[in-house]
Structure formats: structure tokens, C-alpha cells
């Protein structure tokens, strides 16, 4: 074990973990080069569906294997967590793989299938419910069961700016999973602040995980011209933007935000 490294013999469960241009990779790959094992959740069908494609999972595991410390351990599991009973089986898993688990990152997402008020109906609410909002409030609830109250608990979960009044006009089903978690934070926040796990939310804006290029998107060009013209800074958000801020939040240097709903988004308005 190489003890000091900051994460060293803690162990984290990351979901949405599925290819190498992903949020939850370039977190996965920061809390490896930290120290920390790691359980990583992915489910490759989601992104076969999408313009961006799917990902080699063998590729994606080896490739945040690699930059784990001495000493620290990696598993993995194809999970769909529209399955009422998948946020229990993945902590569980992860449990009986790797023992103790002290970090929960819910980085999963439904995306698609989506639309305006107008085109709403009631199985697009579900989808996007059950797999954005009810599966990151399971597992957040049955990792909370297993934590021993040692130091360095921690949960993160991903909004999307409604906060900020963010406009999402056209996945109205997706926006409302997210500003649930994002309205909910702080109540959960202090039940679980007693049991010694800290949780904040972060929304990182348009980060480009394929969806923002012109190859691979799911918005016309006009949109992501929009959506560029509104970064300050000339560009969008990338994987690694919203990692820095994760990893620096479950580290010990992180111990003083409880229920903070934190926004990293390069200016963007």
C-alpha cells in the first residue's frame, strides 16, 4: 500500500463508467493515480444506442487499471440500474468484491429518449425517474447501510444546472430526475453528515462526452455553435473539468462540504 497517496486503503464505487470519453472514467482514472480501489458500474447497451457509441468495457477497465497505485484493487460490473433491484445488487457486489466501501460516486445517466412538455408522457417520466433519481437514492441508501461510520465517507452525485436556471427545454424528462436530486441534496445531505458520509452534488455543464461533436452529436451544429458561444472561455466543459473538483471532494481536503449543491462550469451562462 502506498500510504501517502490521498485515497490509499479507501475504495470507491463509480457508476457510468463505460467509455474512455466519459465523466466517470476521467474520475475513475483521478481516484486510481489517488490511491483508492476502485468498483466501476457501466452498462454498454445505453451507449450502443447513442450516437457516440459504446466503448470496449475490457478497454475501459484496463485502461483505469493501469493507473492504479501499488496495493490498490479494481472490479467491475454491467449493471442496468432501471432495474428496481440493481442499486442493492451493485452495492452488494462491490461489497463482497472489495470489502469496505467508503466512496459512492453516482455518475450514471439515462440520455434520449426524451422530449418538450408537449411531448411528455408517462414512460418517459419513468425511464428517466427510475434510472437518474430513484437509482442514485437506492444506492446511496444501501451504501449508507454498510458504512461503518470510519472517517472519509463520502457521496457524490451529478445535476444538471437547474439551479441555475438552467433551460432544458427539450428533455424535460432527464432535467426534472436531475433537479430532483439537485432539490434534495441537502436533506439527504444531513441524515447521512450523522453517519459520518459527506454528500455533495456537482453539476459541471456541458461537458463533451462526445455528445457536443459534430460527428457524434445529438443536437444540430446551430445548437452546439449556441451552446459554445455561452463558455466565456471559447470552449466546453471537458471530462477531466468536473474530475478535479470530484476527486478534490472526497478527499480529506473536501471534509468541510456537507450538502452543497457545486456548480464548475467555466463561466458558462
Sequence with gaps: MVSHLPLAGRTA??????????????????????????????????????????DSIDGVVSGVGVQLADGARI?????????PGAPEHLIERAAAALGHLDILICNHARSGGDGRLTELSADMLDAHWQVNARSTLLATRDFAQQHDGRPGGRVIWMTSGQVNGGVMENEIAYATAKAALAGITPSVAAGLARQGILLNTVNPAPVNTGYLDPATADRPQEVLNDVLSRFPGGRFGEPDDPARLIAWLVSDEGQWMVGQVLTSDGGFR
Design 13 to 54: 464505487v463509480i457508476t457510468g463508467v463505460s467509455r474512455k470519453q466519459g465523466i466517470g472514467y476521467a474520475v475513475a482514472s483521478r481516484l486510481a493515480q489517488m490511491g483508492a480501489s476502485l468498483f466501476l458500474a457501466h452498462y454498454a447497451p445505453h451507449d450502443a444506442e447513442q450516437p457516440w457509441g459504446a
Design 75 to 83: 472490479a467491475d460490473l454491467s449493471i442496468n440500474l432501471a432495474d
